[in-house]
């Protein structure tokens, strides 16, 4: 049978990604620091390419899936290095490329009645693997919601001040920091973090640890860069912050990059 | 050329909707009370269906997107109605849908400083005609930006109270009170309207009218739906709300259906 | 400490519905007649809702996650609906509702060279309790994605047809047959099945046979409701379809309901 | 009233992007080579940011939907670089950046038949303008559905070949081609171009002249990277195409850089 794929192509123009996206899976991913029994499971969106050189037709897409289904479900950063580096292997490219996405849970306590709860963030990972010279570059992003509250709308204001929920995305080439530490760093820089289950004492917790720690966009992006500077040392890494504003109907948005921190 | 939709079907099967979803068109959109000169422009997403007897193999799809370039781009529920009727016209139907989303602007000032912005709702609006009997049901949904500040919050706190964007939702079947009313009431509902520009003066105005408006999600929907039973007399409609929870990473929200009100 | 939501309410207004949406929850979910060790993981999307009687001033919505957390993570449909009436028990309401979706995986075989893979479907659940008369209505959504190929150009063209992918949707209430019957069904209803992984005798074998079964988007939908009839008797259900058209930038649908084969 | 924005920053950190996110606002955007009054209005989502200096505490938000209200609705390329030069002034900063995302119509004849209809594609503008040095980096990325035939289906089949509707998207830095001409380019490198209406002797034409023009993913970017290379010079662009495959439930994709055309 034809292999119209493996035909020479005339046009002589190199691709510089070619491959599958969307493809759903079950997986168990583990932390840096975290042993992959303990995790709990998430479904998967993967993506996978290659580089295809000039001189050929196409790729062999068919090979990505028995690929990920040989390699599924137990990933870590590691694993999915490994099976970039499988995927230059298997379809004799260059360079490869994996992006995955998915729900990454935890248990979290209440922080006074200390009531327990799954909390979730999103995960999203970029992986390049070059088999020429043996180099990966690896993008960890992690987007955690947490509380802000404004500190001008407390400052002009009698009494109150408007609060709402945040999203800060920490992006880490080549980590050397635990997702849970990121975290840490999310929640330390907002005005209060935010909990799956609140009893009301938790509630009254949560609502004057904020009133008592007012943060800007910008505040929360530069609270974060600082403790990721010190975690990180010299990785490169961005740090972006999203408030879904309570008193318009857009949102505020700021990113500090590790390139002005040098 | 042969026509095969228009092929007797064996199969006897009645087909309750059939018809094409997703559409793209640029509409002017008008309210009930509103001159169709005055409305801003936006995107609107069409579908459009009908019922096909069940002795016909298939409708003619090609059709509706013609009727569509026919009709637009001035719109209001009355020529969307029209539109329904020559739909069961053109493909000789016994009963015909439209839907239709797109985003609503009007022009909104600030509270205090009276700074003029562009505000933005979101409309859905869902039509059934039926031929025979020349009834219509026309359902109008508005979804309607506000913010909510928690009362339990305020109660148990020493000072501040959490807060957060909210959207209440209006749904009237065949309406009688125009989009800008509808506005009205759920501004009225809520801790506070929201603005697409504010000025200090303005943020300290709703920031202190929302600490001193608190309102559950329960209390939004139950403060519309006294207003909107009051307005729109025996009408049947639903109001519901969904509070962004700034505490939280789910949502809150609740229904009232005048079914209940009776 | 102030309990605001156990305050009466004096607007008299009964609340059809309350509590919160989009709880992100890892499940093991399985079949009508599957065990639950086999089933693969996935991420489900939670929301619950009580009834709230006219006097009361709010729900208490923290319990509603402490449930979840309780009867996660293996589930099928008979554990959701004792999840709800133990809903009904905690938040001592006469209605509860729970709704979730999650992606459903099962293995998969290509049609000729038989490769394995992992096959992803869409499923939605709703599911209202009443405590008074014991009455339970589950409603089992599935999103099926097969391919369809016109029988309109088919017929008039001198080579080839246009295919596309394609989604049907099945609606059953109190679900008397299996997922991966209604899977069966639908695949039996379109002009090919659709796979994960395909080996060129394969695609070779899906190309022939969607050109041999051409089909229009109301085909679809009468094929399976025939079998779905047929399986489940006189339970009431709706199966629609989507085509994602290659040849419009819009999609076709249709829809037929157990109500008009009676 | 304190302008706690006006505050000075000890943290010394630059904050690389800062300002607001999806703001939605109608517009009539033209074409390079178009007169404002022919064009149909459309739904803007818009986006501005501004540096911030390490000094610095906050910037003044209110100030971009202001100058959003002034500018629009007429926009071209030329008037969104204008305006982002205009937030360099009103915001006192040296970097500002501009997103817009939308869709674009214009009509459209069926290929046989010359059937008019509203043909609709989405258009995603990014601008950063420099106030120091006066330069400004635009990105104009265009995305038109197509039709795409798969070669070794094709190939392999007896007959038929599976089909599906992709997506081609352009991405061009500092544009010199029009919006049309990448249509035309994106429509020329497909298997067809897709259509708003198609009568039964057009559905004819394009389902002969798919399975006369069979193209993979592959041979989508790469007849499409020849065109725009001819055309646009020593300009860098970057061109992507995404089958919706109908065999699979996951997307095949496709990306060829102008860096690797030199």
């Not at 909390?119 to 992986?127: E, N």
Request: proline share 4%; with cysteine; hydrophobic share 35%.
């Amino acid at each position: 049978m034809q292999d119209t794929q493996d035909f020479p192509d005339h046009r002589k123009i190199k691709i510089a990604k070619v491959g599958i996206k969307d493809v759903s899976h079950p997986i168990f991913f583990s932390d840096i620091d975290e042993n992959e029994t303990v995790t709990f499971p998430s479904t998967a969106s993967f993506s996978f390419f290659v580089e295809l050189s000039a001189t050929k037709k196409g790729t062999h897409m068919s090979r990505f899936p028995l690929i990920l289904y040989e390699f599924a479900p137990y990933f870590n950063l590691i694993k999915l290095e490994e099976m970039a580096r499988n995927i230059n292997q298997k379809l004799e490219s260059r360079i490869s490329f994996i992006e995955t996405k998915f729900t990454y849970f935890y248990e979290k306590l209440a922080p006074v009645s200390k009531t327990k709860g799954l909390a979730d963030i999103k995960i999203h990972i970029k992986i390049k693997t070059n088999s020429q010279n043996n180099l990966t570059e690896t993008q960890l992003i992690i987007q955690i919601p947490v509380k802000s509250l404004c500190p001008c709308s407390k400052a002009i204001s009698e009494y109150g001040a408007h609060s709402q929920r945040s999203h800060i995305t920490i992006t880490l080439w080549n980590p050397k920091i635990s997702i849970k530490e990121c975290i840490r760093i999310a929640e330390n820089s907002a005005s209060s973090a935010i909990y799956p289950v609140l009893k009301r004492v938790d509630e009254k917790f949560v609502t004057e640890k904020a009133y008592n720690t007012p943060r800007f966009v910008e505040d929360l992006v530069r609270e974060a860069a600082i403790q990721i500077k010190e975690k990180s040392n010299s990785s490169r890494f961005t740090v972006s912050a999203e408030n879904f504003e309570s008193i318009h109907n857009h949102n505020a948005w700021a990113l500090v990059s590790s390139d002005d921190l040098m």
